[in-house]
Each structure stands twice: as structure tokens, then as C-alpha cells.
């Protein structure tokens, strides 16, 4: 069984099976649509980041420009992940979110500006790492492996994902800081490599099913950092 192959026009009906169908369907450029010709890892459950999609018309080959694609995410090695938050359409919040994890804590750290000065945000890991939405949407519902119930940082039933409140500053900024023992970076409690952050618009006020937070207004997909900052 061959591990890694190049795909090719002919494989369009595999593509369009196989892959998201809307972004075959509307590419002017598909014919370009590769993996990379590296091989899918399986470790411990996690896909670890062995393939990829280009989308660049321009860009038809991956090895050739002497990048070790793939071996940054192979797992027990990866220290830190790093969210950018983007603002959503119409909104200005933007940011960059570390997490960091020392012998099973995972340490957020946060600055984050274009919040609405004076206010609280809700913050929160949603299930996907997934920015194709132009209002945060596709990021999906909060992160909950555990199936809990939605909460603020402090109690134990609550999301995975529920990383409580901003608190922006008389100039709309503010820097996170907060610890957490119920996730990891890769796993295999609850990890969060890939998944999405979501800062919204109001405030989490803890009740169910999701803290009343309203419209996501920012929006970061969480990847593993560079060791080399
Ligand atoms: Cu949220």
C-alpha cells in the first residue's frame, strides 16, 4: 500500500469525493490542488500534520525549496502553539494568543487590541481551526470533548474550550493571562493543536449553552509555534 502519491487531473472524481467539495467545485485553479508529497503520519490518534492543500495557482510543487515540511507538528516535541487573532469582517480585534504547556499545565498568553474600550469579551477555543468564514462562523461551537456544560474559568464543569473573559482597558487592549490543567497542546487530554479561538462581542456571563457572547468579532487559528522567537 503506497504511503504518499501525487495527485493528478485524472483523480478529479477522487478530489471532488474526497476533498471539500465547494472548494473543487469553485477553484479556477484545481488542476494545482496537491498533497504534499510527504506521508500522513498516524501517532496516538492525532493526524500529525503530514498533509496539505495549496491553493496558489502559481505554486504547483512543495519540496522544492528545502523546508522540513511536516516534522514541526509531529507531537511530543511541540512546546508552544500560537493563535494570530484576524478580525472578522466589519470588526477590528486582533492579537496573537501563546499556549504554552509545562509538565501539564497549559499557559495562555495574550494581547489583544480593537476590543470595545471599558468591556468585558468572552473568549473561547472553538472546535475548528477553520477561517474559510468571513464571520468566524466555520470555527463552530465551543470546544467540548467532555460534553460539559458551559462555564467560567474557576469551575470545573465547563467547556474545554471556555477560557472566560477579556478585559479591555480604557483603549480597547488587554493582555490575557490565565493557567489551565483540563488541556493540552497535542494531547491527550483535550488537545487543542488546530482548533480555533474566538473572541466575541459581549461578555461570557457563564449560562447555558454558550455565555451569551453574541457576534465573533476575532478569530485565530491555533498552530504550533516557531521554538526560534
Ligand atoms: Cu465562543
Known amino acids: 500500500m503506497q504511503a504518499?502519491?501525487?495527485?493528478?487531473?485524472?483523480?478529479?472524481?477522487?478530489?471532488s469525493q474526497r476533498v471539500l467539495p465547494?472548494?473543487?467545485?469553485?477553484?479556477?485553479?484545481?488542476?494545482?490542488?496537491?498533497?504534499?508529497?510527504?506521508?500522513?503520519?498516524?501517532?496516538?490518534?492525532?493526524?500529525?500534520?503530514?498533509?496539505?492543500?495549496?491553493?496558489?495557482?502559481?505554486?504547483?510543487?512543495?519540496?522544492?525549496?528545502?523546508?522540513?515540511h511536516g516534522?514541526?507538528?509531529?507531537?511530543?516535541?511541540?512546546?508552544q502553539?500560537?493563535?494570530?487573532v484576524q478580525p472578522t469582517a466589519g470588526n477590528k480585534c486582533a492579537g496573537t494568543i501563546r499556549f504554552t504547556e509545562v509538565d501539564g499545565t497549559v499557559y495562555v498568553y495574550g494581547e489583544i487590541s480593537g476590543l470595545t474600550p471599558g468591556q468585558q469579551h468572552a473568549m473561547h477555543i472553538h472546535e475548528f481551526g477553520d477561517a474559510t468564514s468571513s464571520d468566524g462562523m466555520?470555527?463552530?461551537?465551543?470546544?467540548?470533548?467532555?460534553?460539559?456544560?458551559?462555564g467560567l474559568p474557576g469551575t470545573d464543569a465547563r467547556h474545554a474550550g471556555d477560557l472566560g473573559n477579556l478585559k479591555a482597558n480604557e483603549e480597547g487592549k488587554t493582555v490575557y493571562r490565565a493557567e489551565f490543567q483540563n488541556?493540552?497542546?497535542?494531547?491527550?487530554?483535550?488537545?487543542?493543536?488546530?482548533?480555533?479561538?474566538?473572541?466575541?462581542?459581549?461578555?461570557?456571563?457563564?449560562?447555558?449553552?454558550?455565555?451569551?457572547a453574541g457576534p465573533r468579532i476575532g478569530f485565530g487559528t491555533i498552530g504550533v509555534a516557531n521554538p526560534k522567537q
Open 81 to 84: 502553539l500560537v493563535a494570530v
Open 22 to 68: 465547494t472548494f473543487a467545485a469553485n477553484s479556477n485553479c484545481s488542476k494545482n490542488l496537491i498533497f504534499m508529497n510527504k506521508p500522513i503520519f498516524f501517532a496516538g490518534g492525532l493526524i500529525a500534520a503530514g498533509m496539505l492543500f495549496t491553493s496558489g495557482c502559481a505554486h504547483t510543487c512543495c519540496d522544492d525549496h528545502g523546508h522540513n
Open 138 to 150: 466555520k470555527a463552530g461551537g465551543h470546544y467540548n470533548p467532555e460534553e460539559k456544560p458551559h
Open 183 to 212: 488541556i493540552s497542546l497535542t494531547g491527550p487530554k483535550n488537545p487543542i493543536i488546530g482548533r480555533g479561538v474566538i473572541i466575541h462581542a459581549k461578555p461570557d456571563d457563564g449560562g447555558q449553552p454558550v455565555g451569551n
Open 4 to 15: 504518499a502519491r501525487w495527485l493528478r487531473d485524472s483523480d478529479s472524481d477522487l478530489l
Open 71 to 79: 516534522k514541526a507538528a509531529a507531537g511530543p516535541q511541540v512546546k
